[in-house]
């Protein structure tokens, strides 16, 4: 059964159903009823010229001569078939197995590199400048009041973070400047 015979079947039993109104309220009910039919039947006219156009869904389309496309021969596949996803993912092991181990040749720049001897040698520092300038590395030290400063304002922060705003910040922060203040007495020259 098609559109046009179910549309018919259905307008049928519509008509079949009411008998004729006179009052106009069912007047103006008919009129919105056959309002919904005439767009009805305009898009189900408008779906079967598209079908038309497009074939169906489902069934396979038909030729030129008449035949379905399943009795169409098999045309040979595409020139170039995809590669299976194992392929991709074993190129891309291969590119990074492969810069891993460019990288681990490659020479490395470092605070401790030491370039190879070139054609043009650097002049050679005798052994004791060596030696001297070895003894004379000194190790920086924080002066004691410096170390409390630190303290004092690790202490702020503690308090800070914790949101206690009470007299305790106060004294933490007037211990924290005076302990700054004697900091940058001690470590200037």
Not at 74 to 90: E, F, G, I, Y
Not at 96 to 116: C, D
Request: glycine share 4%.
């Amino acid at each position: 059964m098609n559109d046009r015979q179910l549309g018919a079947r259905l307008r049928r039993a519509l008509q079949a159903e009411r008998p004729p109104s006179t009052s106009a309220a069912e007047a103006r009910q008919q009129a919105s009823v056959q309002q919904q039919r005439r767009e009805l039947e305009e898009v189900r006219r408008h779906y079967a010229e598209v079908g038309k156009r497009m074939g169906s869904a489902f069934a396979p389309a038909a030729s030129e001569d008449g035949r379905s496309a399943a009795a169409q021969p098999v045309t040979s596949p595409p020139d170039r078939p995809r590669r299976p996803p194992w392929q991709w993912a074993a190129a891309a092991a291969l590119v990074f197995m492969l810069g891993t181990g460019f990288g681990y040749l490659l020479p490395r720049v470092g605070p401790n590199y030491q370039p190879a001897a070139s054609a043009t040698s650097p002049p050679t520092v005798p052994a004791s400048a060596t030696t001297r300038a070895l003894r004379l590395r000194t190790v920086p030290r924080a002066p004691e009041v410096c170390l409390e400063t630190a303290r004092r304002g690790d202490e702020m922060v503690h308090l800070f973070t914790i949101n206690d705003r009470s007299r305790r910040l106060a004294e933490a922060l007037k211990a924290y400047t005076l302990a700054s203040q004697a900091c940058r007495e001690a470590a200037s020259p």
